[in-house]
């Protein structure tokens, strides 16, 4: 039967997907086969943007299907009961600048893939960044913008964190439509990512111990 | 401008030609015959591009935002609620610069205005962004998912009466009254405008009349700003007229970014049906400006189809259809749409490059797109241009900058049919790059 739910995941069947989630639940099947069977239809559906296969559209409504499943496991589910987090990522769009979409599909890909998001929101103050990094022990920050006065906001982030004493223990990555490496350079970043996925993995890669 | 009287029995390209003179012989009085030259020539440069041909020397276009202002030290506050500065500081930049192109003065807003008129679709310096930065759109659902019944059955009213109350603060009332449409015979005549007797939509007349008063302020100061670089310096503007595609209608500040993509998958119909309402209008938009302007350039920026906003399949159904009827609507009036392609157009060229759109007719400038292949795909039917990078204008150096626009050119613009430009609206821009961008426009583009 989940193999059923992930199939309306894959093929982005929203009525489907929630209607057996239901039909699951009622029939007693352990929540966690559920949400392993969601985390395997992301996986695909990850893959397929990857590949040119499956596009922004495409995550956004896995994003809602996922969002709707969500509300339905919560009352299964025990605290914890998902399991380990890879780690801590603190995701924002940079100071002075309000677009959301690209920084939220990041943080739905990353809550998806197993990491446990902070998310600041858009137009994020450097000094909450700094403490949102600190107070939540992050050990990757993503910083987007689709404006080029992030650029700047971006570098004076970098900074704060290494006056702060943090920048040894955070990797930063940065995302957003004129980011390249060149702005990387400039604000003194770590890496950047050219959509939700290379975010994901540049994540992954960081919290497995390499650079 | 006033068409001539056999405007309807000109074809297509006969109203292209009156217009493109029109233009090139705008009114003006200018400073110097040097510089009403200056400007004859470089309106020439455009109709060269246009027709695919090799111009006396390559037009150095960019789109220009809040850089003037940066430029000379002051935020984008300043920009939007002083109109001297506005005036002053874009003088002296094309003064400095001296580019082939004006645009876009449309792009520094009235703050007053929007004060007026409680404006929630953006925010501005000093509502909700600070002061050094540009307007920047709420991204919301400004139209619900179930209001496309509405919004198809009558555009019009569902834009007076749902739409405008909901993101004007100061236009709520307008949901009170009727639509227009109820006034047709004298026995309803009276019961329409009771609805006007109300306090609060007496009070929102008032707010319109202050809000039409502080638009004719910035429009005299816009007029001013552009009349003077163009009489004092020779310079067109790059635009008389815009418009947009239905699906960015739809998708940039209705159902926003999510709500539209979540449609495709809810509502398919809906939106098809929604767009193909939203063509006519789009056309008329444009036509009455450009015919008030005199300029026939269109600016359209698009958005919402770009590289990974949705599959080619989705781009070709979905979005490209009605885009092109209204591309083919202002063709056929003689105007040129001039498409701001913001992000990566590499998937969509093949579409684009339509053999039902008439050759030379528009121009298509891109952003982050490969130009080699735009050249060949697009360039081989219509003008093209592009596409410098804005890091590189923020962050590059004079060489990095110089050696972009060397091979930009040879890549593009050896055999004509290219306008050298910004990939974005510049707000921001390392003064020494942006010099070496006219520079080594000038140098290669000879």
New interface residues.
């Given amino acids: 039967m989940a193999a059923g739910l992930k199939e309306a995941v894959i093929e982005?069947r929203?009525d489907d997907a929630l209607r057996i989630t239901d039909e699951l639940l009622g029939a007693g099947t352990d929540p966690l086969e559920l949400v392993a069977a969601c985390k395997e239809a992301m996986d695909v559906i990850g893959q397929r943007f990857a590949d040119g296969q499956?596009?922004?559209?495409e995550l956004?409504?896995a994003g809602?299907i996922m969002q709707g499943i969500t509300a339905k496991l919560k009352p299964y589910l025990k605290a914890g009961a998902q399991g380990e987090k890879l780690g801590t990522v603190v995701m924002c769009t940079a100071?002075?600048?309000?677009?959301?979409?690209g920084k939220?599909i990041v943080v739905t890909m990353l809550d998806i893939a197993g990491f446990n998001v902070v998310d600041l929101g858009v137009?994020a103050h450097v000094d909450k960044v700094v403490a949102a990094v600190r107070d939540n022990k992050a050990q990757v920050l993503g910083l987007s913008g689709l404006?080029?006065?992030a650029?700047e906001s971006m570098k004076a982030t970098v900074k704060a964190i290494e006056a702060a004493g943090l920048r040894d223990q955070v990797k930063i990555m940065l995302g957003g439509?004129?980011?390249?490496g060149?702005?990387v350079e400039?604000a003194g970043a770590d890496d950047w990512g050219k959509?939700a996925v290379a975010a994901v993995e540049l994540a992954k890669t960081w919290v497995g111990g390499a650079s | 401008m006033t068409l001539p009287d056999n405007w309807s029995r000109l074809t297509p390209d006969e109203r292209l030609q009156w217009r493109l003179d029109a233009w090139q012989g705008i009114p003006v009085e200018f400073a110097s015959p040097e510089v009403a030259q200056a400007y004859r020539d470089r309106v020439q440069l455009y109709r060269d591009v246009l027709a695919g041909e090799k111009p006396a020397t390559v037009p150095v276009a960019p789109w220009i935002g809040l850089l003037p202002y940066r430029w000379f030290g002051h935020s984008a506050k300043q920009a939007y609620y002083d109109y001297e500065i506005f005036k002053d500081d874009w003088f002296r930049f094309h003064d400095d610069t001296r580019p082939d192109g004006l645009g876009l003065t449309l792009g520094i807003v009235p703050g007053k205005l929007f004060d007026i008129l409680d404006y929630h679709l953006y925010?501005w310096p000093g509502h909700?962004?600070?002061d050094?930065?540009?307007y920047?759109?709420?991204?919301q659902e400004w139209m619900k998912g179930d209001e496309y019944a509405a919004l198809i059955q009558d555009p019009g009213s569902y834009w007076q009466r749902t739409y405008l109350p909901r993101v004007f603060g100061a236009l709520e009332p307008f949901a009170m009254l009727p639509p227009w449409t109820d006034l047709v015979e004298i026995p309803f005549t009276a019961p329409f405008f009771a609805g006007f007797s109300a306090p609060p939509v007496k009070e929102m007349l008032q707010k319109l009349s202050d809000a039409g008063d502080a638009a004719m302020e910035w429009l005299q100061a816009a007029m001013a700003a552009d009349g003077r670089v163009m009489a004092e310096l020779g310079i067109p503007q790059t635009a008389g007229g815009a418009t947009k595609a239905p699906y960015d209608t739809l998708g940039d500040t209705m159902r926003g970014?999510?709500g539209l993509?979540?449609d495709?998958?809810?509502q398919p119909g809906n939106i098809k049906a929604a767009m193909e309402r939203l063509v006519p209008q789009s056309i008329d938009w444009a036509l009455r400006s450009n015919n008030m302007t005199g300029n026939p350039i269109v600016f359209i920026p698009i958005h919402k189809g770009a590289d990974?906003?949705?599959?080619d399949a989705?781009f070709k159904e979905l979005y490209w259809p009605t885009f092109k009827a209204v591309l083919l609507g202002l063709i056929e009036q003689g105007l040129i749409p001039w498409v701001f392609v913001?992000?990566s157009y590499n998937e969509r060229l093949e579409v684009i490059a339509d053999e039902e759109i008439p050759a030379h007719r528009m121009v298509w400038m891109f952003d982050?797109t490969d130009m080699e292949r735009a050249k060949a795909i697009v360039g081989k039917r219509q003008c093209i241009g592009g596409n410098v990078?804005?890091?590189?204008?923020?962050?590059?150096t004079p060489g990095e900058m110089d050696a972009y626009v060397k091979d930009l050119l040879a890549t593009t613009a050896t055999d004509g049919g290219f306008i050298l430009s910004s990939g974005?609206v510049l707000?921001?821009a390392d003064p020494a790059a942006y010099k070496a961008f006219i520079e080594a426009g000038r140098k290669y583009g000879a």
């Fill in positions: 982005l929203e499956a596009f922004i559209p956004i409504m809602e100071q002075g600048d309000i677009h959301d979409i939220d137009d404006l080029t006065v650029f439509a004129p980011v390249t060149a702005v400039f959509d | 925010d909700g962004t600070p050094d930065t540009c920047q759109y709420s991204e970014t999510r993509m979540l495709k998958f809810r990974g906003f949705m599959s989705d913001e992000g982050a990078p804005a890091a590189l204008f923020a962050m590059g974005i707000d921001e």
